[in-house]
């Protein structure tokens, strides 16, 4: 689809078109590939590879634009294409290299946090550990005491048990 010029209704290429003056439609290829470069904003590398393909092939600049209208368009357009791509794709990833500094300092954040908590549990799990030696030989070097040592603990069994009143025979 050939570029419509300023002032048609259905230009397309969504360039501010105030700022380029054309009086006529261009007749070279030389006028046209100018043209296009302001309306595309494509740089002048690529305006200087499309002059140098013409000229490698023998045609001249200035010759008529009409047979090759649709392939300039067409190449202006692409190039503005990737162009904008290739912006899109670096803001992009602009972006990815931030979320991955983001990330890696969350990272940071998080493993030092584990170290403090596993710092904190390694003191702990050490505490635990020595009152739990200090229970062991506390219970290794409990004292035992041979023979009848219910008296400690309960009244002594008599060989006659106390008198209850009530009848003496069993009931």
Same mark, same amino acid.
């Given at each position: 689809?050939?570029?419509?010029?300023?002032?048609?209704?259905?230009?397309?290429?969504?360039?501010?078109?105030?700022?380029?003056?054309?009086?006529?439609?261009?007749?070279?290829?030389?006028?046209?590939?100018?043209? +296009?470069? %302001? #309306?595309? /904003?494509?740089?002048?590398?690529?305006?200087? *590879? $499309? &002059?140098?393909?013409?000229?490698?092939?023998?045609?001249?600049?200035?010759?008529?634009?009409?047979?090759?209208?649709?392939?300039?368009?067409?190449?202006?357009?692409?190039?503005?294409?990737?162009?904008?791509?290739?912006?899109?794709?670096?803001?992009?990833?602009?972006?990815?290299?931030?979320?991955?500094?983001?990330?890696?300092?969350?990272?940071?954040?998080?493993?030092?946090? +584990?170290? %403090? #908590?596993? /710092?904190?549990?390694?003191?702990?799990?050490? *505490? $635990? &550990?020595?009152?739990?030696?200090?229970?062991?030989?506390?219970?290794?070097?409990?004292?035992?005491?041979?023979?009848?040592?219910?008296?400690?603990?309960?009244?002594?069994?008599?060989?006659?048990?106390?008198?209850?009143?009530?009848?003496?025979?069993?009931?």
């Amino acid at each position: 689809m050939p570029i419509e010029w300023p002032g048609s209704s259905s230009y397309k290429l969504g360039v501010n078109t105030d700022d380029i003056i054309l009086s006529s439609q261009p007749d070279s290829i030389e006028d046209h590939i100018r043209c +296009l470069a %302001r #309306l595309t /904003g494509a740089p002048p590398t690529f305006i200087d *590879q $499309v &002059r140098s393909l013409f000229i490698s092939k023998g045609i001249a600049l200035d010759s008529s634009a009409d047979p090759f209208v649709k392939a300039l368009d067409e190449a202006f357009r692409r190039e503005e294409h990737i162009r904008a791509s290739s912006h899109n794709a670096q803001n992009q990833m602009a972006k990815i290299r931030d979320n991955f500094r983001r990330v890696g300092k969350a990272y940071v954040e998080q493993l030092s946090q +584990l170290r %403090r #908590l596993q /710092g904190s549990v390694q003191e702990y799990s050490q *505490q $635990v &550990r020595k009152k739990l030696s200090k229970r062991r030989r506390a219970e290794s070097t409990r004292v035992t005491i041979k023979g009848d040592h219910r008296s400690f603990v309960t009244r002594p069994v008599r060989e006659n048990p106390p008198m209850v009143p009530g009848p003496k025979e069993p009931q």
